[in-house]
């Protein structure tokens, strides 16, 4: 019999997800950070005009919190999650010819 502290195969996935995603989620917020001076210099953008930038990334990620919470609270987690990977997934190769 198990113990009463195991977790099931659909829970430790889940976690694993969630886990997943929120490491992508803090590369997403880092990034800015770190490509911002090569930005700043191919664009010709003042540092004025990149701090503009940051906070329109940071108040847009802010304000859909609300509305990706919502979603999570009517599909529930795991729906969530899979649309979540799959859209982040999906992005993906529609910039592979950006330049």
Known sequence: ???QN???RTQIVLVAQMAGFSVMSYFDRAIMSIAGP???Q???VSPTQMGSAYSAFILSYAILM???GRV???LGPR?????MGLSAGGKGPLTKGAR
Do not use: A, H
């Open 1 to 3: 019999m198990p113990s």
């Open 38 to 40: 090569q930005i700043m």
């Open 72 to 74: 999570v609270d009517r």
């Open 42 to 44: 191919e664009f010709d």
């Open 79 to 83: 729906l969530t999650l899979l649309l």
């Open 6 to 8: 195991s977790f099931t």
């Open 66 to 68: 609300i509305p990706g």
